[in-house]
């Protein structure tokens, strides 16, 4: 076996830095340690926790994954850390005992997106199988965890869509003092594995994976081939800042496109330039004289 060479990384969150090993460090499973009494299997973790900084230790693949506590800023203690690992594997160290019990990992990291009300939270779990999204708590009553992030003062929207959220704030706090009371809710809920929407809410929100195919056929070949390029050049783009575009309709007389804006597209300042110069651009380059202009509806 090559000796271990480990590589800080920053992640989307500043408090917590990735160390990455050019190699694996274990299979399979992912290990999540909240404090040292965790760490009884986890002789490596166990370790880290004796530096006084150190507030959470995750370990998965090829990287163990430090949260820090504010006494410190990463750039003046990361090569130490990254040292100490890399010193502690090629020395033989036990990275988890085979009696170690399994404990399925839980992260949520928050993005910010080019709206500043709109901030994203990205978990390492699967969260739904459609996008929904809530602009009140009347309409939120479909998904448990939509109401309950609805109890939050401030939370004025919810978009959920597979593996991420995005949450749209009134202008009475800033993300930076409610960021990590969210990111902390979230997380907890989800380690509850509570319900995100309940089971029937993509059939009553015609949301299922019959019901849109059949709404599919239903329209004509230019509106069909609209949602295929909008599906593969625009939707992962938007995605990655937490946000959707949804096709609304095609009038053949005017050559209109209408769009829905949802999650972080809803409301941004730079939406306009996106729908003229991205979306318009993209379908008139590609569909010619059948595209006259592209409006958008917020979601």
Known sequence: MS???????ETSNPKILKFEANQFLV??????????????????????????????????GNFVAIERYDIVQWADVQDEVAGQIQDYLNDNGVIINDKTPKKEAVT???????????????????LV????????????????FATALFQFPFVKSVFL????????????????????????FIKNYI????????????????????????????????????INLLEQHIKPAVASDGGNIAFE?????????????????????????TLKNGIEAMLKEMMGPKIGSVEAING
């Open 3 to 9: 000796a271990f060479k480990i590589t800080p990384q």
């Open 27 to 60: 299979q399979y499973d992912s290990y999540e340690y909240s404090n040292i009494d965790d760490t009884k299997h986890a002789p490596l973790a166990q370790q880290l926790f004796y530096l006084p900084f150190v507030k959470k230790v995750y370990i998965s």
């Open 108 to 126: 949520v990291y928050a993005e910010s997106t080019p709206n500043p009300n709109v901030l994203k939270f990205v978990a390492n779990k699967k």
């Open 129 to 144: 199988s459609s996008v929904f999204e809530f602009n009140s708590i009347e309409e939120a009553k479909p998904s448990p």
């Open 161 to 184: 869509d597979k593996n991420y959220l995005s949450i749209t704030k009134y202008d009475v706090v800033e993300w930076e003092d409610v960021t990590l009371e969210i990111r902390t």
């Open 191 to 226: 380690e509850q594995k509570k319900e995100m929407v309940n089971s029937n809410a993509a059939e009553l929100l015609v949301k299922t994976t019959e019901q849109l195919d059949r709404q599919y056929e239903q329209l004509d070949d230019t509106s069909k081939e609209i």
């Open 249 to 273: 309709s095609y009038d053949p007389e005017s050559k209109r496109v209408r769009v829905i804006l949802q999650g972080a597209c809803s409301g941004c300042p730079s939406s306009t330039f």
